[in-house]
């Protein structure tokens, strides 16, 4: 792996092993198949996946940049944009809607004064509706970090932001 | 049935015709050419990988083989099928194909622009063509259209990503042409876009050529002189000494003037020989060509129907429906 | 009670754990089979079993083994498709985090019948806190000799990961899931060539479900004939439902395939009845993506058979009064849900996943999704209706991978058997924004067959 200096971007040595330990998981020569990983782990460390970040994951991965880009634009975990520390991903889709999804995202509105997608002032919370999260039958449910809260009611829902509120680290999707 | 075992025979809207085992649909029809040929927005033969993604060449086997004459299912992608011996297909005369194929080109209309008479590729552009023969006279899309800002790539090439139907054909150049692509698919669904992500300029000799490619307006030549009267061009076979490509060229003149350089079509819209940026960019003075004389434009398109000169567009349902 | 055989210790206490698992009997069929078995007798008892993939399209899982291409000298590798996220189904993500070993078993199984040596499971992003307890499973596995060099003395070697997708529904399709493996778009191939001859890194490939693979455990341990004595006619063995929506008991069950639907929805052992006392409106069987049932379709078929929970009998009427057990994603509705309104939700969630490869996916996903708000808000008209229709005609059969079909299919049989409540909408602008329509009258269909 080559070592990039002078860099705006740059992983720890403990995140550099990772990266290590996941290449390996591959064939030799495969080292694309680490990209997806890799990328949870920059978008983990850096915040977001601006430009610096990809193209250090591309230099990290022996790819052309556009091959991250075109990658880190296709998948919806993944933010080019700056997103608030803590991410509430509530889901939407059917099953969450029948028993209250929209409840829950309007209460959050309310609560922290921001609209779905939209980032609170002081950086702490964005609010992302999503599509179903695999938790259907313990609707309605929400996603922060990799953390999933479900059977949601509002006051559920206060308590998780004021406990966010006090120790913002949800949102490291793919850190150890 | 093939007499020859080194062919196949397949019947392809009653005609029938012997190809070579692994060709596909698609070619073995444009082998017999005419009206059997179905319309090919994404597929490129020089490019590899391409096809299988715009749906109009959708086709229906009636029978699969000798061996197994089973019809298929589902309509297929002809350019993407292979035939096999015996194979029995219908493009124009199946009501299946022509109805889903209207529907494929409402679909690629759906999203598309109405800028025809302002649009570099007016004339010979196989989505018009398509719309022409398929199109219904009224969009049945009350929707805000999705729009794009246009951007430049590099000083030679702009990206009007608003008329893009996602053909893929210019990755699949870029892709062919070097192990260090810039530009590729950002985003998904109908919010996927070609770009570079960051502004960013194609740089590759030959990179030119993703403008003749591209099946409709969405790639655009900067150096086009007199675009405002794209409808006037006339096309000149011309060639001249070059060290990168062939050099063999269509020069699109306006007067005595160059308006653009582009690469030779053959019948079913695909370049024969790509030419390189300098002969398509940088070549603008008559006087550094030879010129053979005037192109011969034969293939079934709004210009040889008759309506280049008049500014077609008006009689396309394109403009119908603003 | 009925069988269990892939939940039967999972309320032991500790059985994520490698040694609790093992108490259990657990790594038996691996033994068994690596003792005992050659490869080909191990795909010959899970032909024998009859076991269908649980992934969705139901086919039979060991003729889908024995058409894996086996080229001299290429390796060959055995993904497990845990990217489950098809709306209404959690049932993997159940069994990978209740009982993780189960399904490493099943893959070591699995990989030994393919002779695959290099195998991977795909899991969905967001599922990331179960990906952390497979891994810490694997290392278990690897730590007490189940996987690596030479596992048991067998002379049989096996690397197993587990590797995250990123948030696409599509990479639950198998060629976009290779594609995503590969680091790239979840942009699904064109077939031919399937992935049994060229799929992961251009070599022969299969792909199996969460669920598929961890039924290859127990079809070793008890025979495949055991295993095909359970269930009903073709239906064989026992599957996961994911059961949600205005039930009591909303959940994962493992029943026996052939219980009769209507015991499933009531009986205290599974979803409880409807909640609240509420009456049954509709049923999706299978997951968003297949046909939904009006209530007088559920319980029994339109020949008035009663139901039963098989891939055959839910399919029974075919598409014009069936549906389908799909990846068991057990929708139920109440009188109080909207049609209109669901929908239009589904709708949007096949916009939002498509990959936009192909153009009549791309496009037509996106303009059900707003002919259909524009009809649950009031302000549709009786042609919009024809116009659904007509879309969904022209998206069905036509694109690249299933993803279209799975679009098209919610918006025809909602069509289909609720074009009342649609119209009532269109009617009722007003009132269709104060209440919902309730129960649709019975229809007769005439006796067509699939
Ligand atoms: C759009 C789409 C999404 C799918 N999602 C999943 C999925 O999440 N999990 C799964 O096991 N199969 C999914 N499938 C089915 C797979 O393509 C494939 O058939 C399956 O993994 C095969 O395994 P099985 O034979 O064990 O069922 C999906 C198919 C399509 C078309
Ligand atoms: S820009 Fe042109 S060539 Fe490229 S994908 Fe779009 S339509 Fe096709
Ligand atoms: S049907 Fe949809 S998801 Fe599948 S390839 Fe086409 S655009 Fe992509
Ligand atoms: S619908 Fe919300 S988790 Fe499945
Ligand atoms: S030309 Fe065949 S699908 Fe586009």
């Given at each position: 792996m080559t070592a990039v200096m002078n860099e705006s971007r740059q992983f720890t040595p403990e995140l550099l092993e990772e990266v290590n330990r996941i290449v390996s998981l591959f064939p030799e020569g495969k080292q694309k198949s680490a990209l997806i990983r890799v990328l949870h782990l920059a978008q983990a460390h850096f915040g977001h996946l601006d430009t610096e970040a990809m193209d250090y994951v591309a230099r990290l991965l022996h790819l052309n940049p556009i091959e991250v880009y075109e990658v880190a634009t296709f998948y919806s975990m993944y933010d080019t944009k700056p997103v608030g520390k803590v991410k509430l991903e509530v889901c939407r889709t059917g099953p969450c809607m029948i028993e209250g999804a929209e409840r829950i995202i309007a209460h959050i509105e309310k609560r922290l004064g921001i609209k779905d997608g939209e980032t609170t002032a002081d950086g702490l919370f964005t609010l992302k509706s999503v599509e179903c999260l695999g938790a259907c039958g313990y609707a309605p449910m929400l996603q922060a970090g990799e953390s999933f809260h479900e059977h949601l009611t509002e006051e559920k829902v206060d308590a998780l932001i004021e406990e966010y509120r006090a120790n913002p680290v949800a949102n490291y999707m793919g850190l150890k | 049935m093939s007499e020859n075992p080194e062919t196949v025979s397949v019947t392809i809207d009653g005609k029938t015709i012997q190809v070579a085992p692994g060709t596909t649909i698609l070619n073995a029809a444009r082998q017999i050419g005419g009206e059997v040929v179905p319309p090919a927005m994404c597929y490129y033969s020089s490019l590899k990988g391409s096809g299988g993604k715009c749906r109009t060449c959708l086709v229906e086997v009636?029978?699969?083989?000798?061996?197994?004459?089973r019809p298929m299912p589902k309509l297929v992608a002809s350019c993407s099928t292979t035939v096999m011996d015996g194979m029995e297909v219908k493009n124009k005369t199946s009501e299946r194909v022509v109805d889903a194929r209207g529907g494929v080109v409402e679909f690629l209309l759906l999203?598309?622009?109405?800028?025809c008479p302002v649009c570099d590729q007016a004339g010979e552009c196989k989505l018009q063509d398509l719309a022409f023969e398929h199109g219904k006279s009224k969009t049945r899309y009350e929707f805000k259209r999705r729009e794009f800002d246009k951007i430049d790539i590099g000083p030679y090439i702009q990206l009007h990503m608003t008329r893009c139907i996602m053909c893929y054909r210019c990755v699949h150049t870029a892709n062919q042409l070097t192990d260090k692509r810039e530009h590729g698919v950002l985003h998904r669904g109908d919010a996927a876009e070609i770009g570079t992500f960051i502004e960013k300029s194609l740089e590759n000799d030959f990179i030119g050529n993703v403008i003749d490619v591209c099946?409709?307006?969405a790639l655009t030549d900067k150096t086009f002189r007199f675009r405002s009267r794209v409808w006037y061009t006339k096309p000149m076979d011309a060639n001249c000494e070059c060290s990168k490509c062939s050099g063999k060229a269509v020069l699109w003149m306006v007067g005595n003037e160059i308006a653009r350089v582009t690469g030779r079509k053959d019948e079913n819209g695909e370049v024969t020989e790509f030419i390189c940026n300098e002969c398509r960019f940088d070549k603008k003075d008559l006087s550094q060509w030879n010129v053979e004389g005037p192109r011969k434009i034969e293939r079934s398109s709004v210009i040889s129907a008759g309506h280049y000169e008049q500014t077609a567009p008006e009689h396309t349902p394109l403009l119908n429906k603003a | 009670m009925s069988k269990k055989l892939l939940l039967e210790h999972i309320d032991v206490e500790g059985i994520r754990t490698y040694d609790v698992y093992r108490k259990q009997g657990g790594y038996q069929a691996v033994e068994k089979a690596l003792k005992g078995m050659s490869s080909d007798d191990v795909v010959e008892e899970v032909k024998k079993s009859g076991l269908r993939g649980r992934g969705g399209a139901g086919f039979p899982t060991g003729m889908k083994w024995s058409f894996l291409a086996k080229p001299d000298g290429v390796p060959r590798h055995l993904l497990c498709?845990?990217?489950?996220?098809?709306?209404?189904?959690f049932k993997d993500r159940y069994l990978m985090e209740k009982i993780p070993h189960l399904l490493i078993e099943g893959m070591i199984l699995s990989s030994y019948a393919l002779g695959a040596n290099q195998s991977y499971i795909y899991i969905r992003g967001e599922y990331m806190f179960v990906m952390r307890i497979v891994e810490q499973a694997i290392a278990e596995a690897y730590a007490n000799g189940w996987?690596?060099?030479?596992i048991m003395g067998s002379g049989f070697d096996l690397d197993l990961a587990i590797t995250p997708g990123a948030g696409a529904y599509i990479c639950g399709e198998e060629t976009a899931l290779i594609e995503s493996l590969e680091g790239k778009r979840g942009n699904p191939r064109m077939k031919p060539p399937f992935p049994a001859v060229?799929?992961?890194?251009?070599r022969p490939t299969v792909v199996n479900n969460v669920e598929t693979i961890a039924a290859v455990v127990p079809i070793i341990q008890h025979g495949g004939d055991a295993y095909a004595a359970i269930g009903i006619g073709r239906s064989t063995g026992t599957k996961l439902i994911s059961a949600s929506g205005n039930i009591n008991k909303p959940g994962v069950y493992e029943i026996e395939l052939g219980l009769p639907v209507e015991e499933f929805i009531y009986s205290e052992e599974y979803c409880g009845g409807i909640k609240n006392g509420k009456r049954l409106k509709a049923l999706i069987p299978g997951g968003s993506s297949v046909p939904v049932l009006p209530h007088y379709l559920i319980c029994k078929t339109a020949a008035g058979e009663p139901r039963l929970m098989s891939y055959e009998s839910l399919a029974d009427g075919g598409f014009a009064t069936g549906s389908m057990l799909g990846s068991g994603g057990f929708i139920v509705y109440d009188e109080d849900q909207c049609i209109v309104r669901n929908t239009w939700n589904f709708s949007r969630f096949y916009h939002h996943e498509s990959c936009g490869q192909c153009s009549p996916c791309r496009e037509g996903t996106g303009w059900m999704e707003k002919v259909l708000h524009r009809i649950e808000e009031g302000h549709g008209t009786m042609e919009d209706i024809d116009l659904l229709w007509d879309i969904q005609r022209k998206i069905e059969g036509n694109t690249i991978c299933p993803l279209g079909d799975a679009a098209a299919w919610p918006v025809a049989a909602a069509i289909r058997h609720f074009r009342e409540e649609f119209e009532w909408h269109i009617n009722e602008p007003k009132l269709s924004q104060e209440r919902n329509y309730g129960l649709v009258t019975e229809k007769t269909f005439d006796a067509q067959p699939a």
């Open positions: - | 009636s029978k699969g083989s000798e061996k197994d004459p999203n598309h622009p109405l800028d099946p409709v307006g | 498709n845990a990217d489950e996220s098809e709306p209404g189904t996987l690596g060099k030479n060229k799929g992961l890194w251009q």
